[in-house]
């Protein structure tokens, strides 16, 4: 399995964490501020994109985006195309 893939399948992951741990009162800015990181680390400045979860500050809008997962897909896809 090639990087990108490992690296979707972590994004993956990281969304269904989102939808659920993410979405406990108090703790769902913590947890989105995290997943900007690890947005970041994985996908560089395009991760960044990430951190448009921290406007949602009850947490509960944010889950049902899967905003990682978007990420990793979207560079996928530029990465393939940079290729053809």
Known sequence: MSA???KLAIAIVLDILDFTVGRIPG?????DA???IFAVLLWGWPGIIAFW????PTGQ???FVPTMTLIALTQ???KRA???
């Open 4 to 6: 990108n893939w490992t």
């Open 27 to 31: 703790y769902e800015l913590f947890f």
């Open 34 to 36: 995290v997943l900007g």
């Open 53 to 56: 979860e921290l406007a949602d």
């Open 61 to 63: 809008i944010d889950g």
């Open 76 to 78: 996928m896809g530029k």
């Open 82 to 84: 940079a290729r053809e």
